[in-house]
T-cell receptor
């Protein structure tokens, strides 16, 4: 049962436009969400995160929005650049996850930014 | 990927062979993780270690063993490799007091 869902396997946008990557979750006990970016042949790299007590977090061109009532979060990249082409993973942490703080991962969305 | 190193980068094994994937961090953090990534499956947790000397199973531990003999290193062992273990393996560490995990560059393993 996939608790973190990224329903779009791929997304293609034009350079300079906005990229919107979506993530839905089913477990209301999740209280912290993270986005990772992954280039081919490299490990995932942490991009941005948001706590469930917030509805928005911004870092440069990247903004994450959280809608708790809809159990939905999105990552906005503005403006999109060709170097943003990568696979983006959404991950969530459950409240009271314990000492290990395991993350639950989505399957990823492959973003292609076309020049 | 700064702070987490993995060796080897690539490995080809025959069915039944054994090998150990090595992971080391230079950040002196407590928590470390082993994941595998397969097409269409995302990242799946194999084992994790909350501190030196402790390990726990993740989602897909069958066919693997781990060892956390010291704070710096967390190794993953395949005792008898199977073609189903063909995958890319990532080691990660989590900064103490945070939720973010930081990944190594991965080991691409093929079992024939």
């Amino acid at each position: 049962d996939q608790q973190v869902k990224q329903n779009s396997p791929s997304l293609s946008v034009q350079e300079g436009r906005i990229s919107i990557l979506n993530c839905d979750y089913t477990n209301s006990m999740f209280d912290y969400f993270l986005w990772y970016k992954k280039y081919p042949a490299e490990g995932p790299t942490f991009l941005i995160s948001i706590s469930s007590i917030k509805d928005k977090n911004e870092d440069g061109r990247f903004t994450v929005f959280l809608n708790k009532s809809a159990k939905h979060l999105s990552l906005h990249i503005v403006p999109s650049q060709p170097g943003d082409s990568a696979v983006y993973f959404c991950a969530a942490k459950r409240h009271n996850a314990g000492n290990n703080r395991k993350l639950i991962w989505g399957l990823g969305t492959s973003l292609a930014v076309n020049p | 990927n700064a702070g987490v190193t993995q060796t080897p980068k690539f490995q080809v094994l025959k069915t039944g062979q054994s090998m150990t994937l090595q992971c080391a961090q230079d950040m002196n953090h407590n928590s470390m993780y082993w994941y595998r990534q397969d097409p269409g499956m995302g990242l799946r947790l194999i084992y994790y270690s909350a501190s030196e000397g402790t390990t726990d199973k993740g989602e897909v531990p069958n066919g693997y063993n781990v060892s956390r003999l010291n704070k710096r290193e967390f190794s993953l062992r395949l005792e008898s490799a199977a073609p189903s273990q063909t995958s890319v393996y990532f080691c990660a560490q989590r900064r103490d007091g945070s939720y973010e995990q930081y990944f190594g560059p991965g080991t691409r393993l093929t079992v024939t």
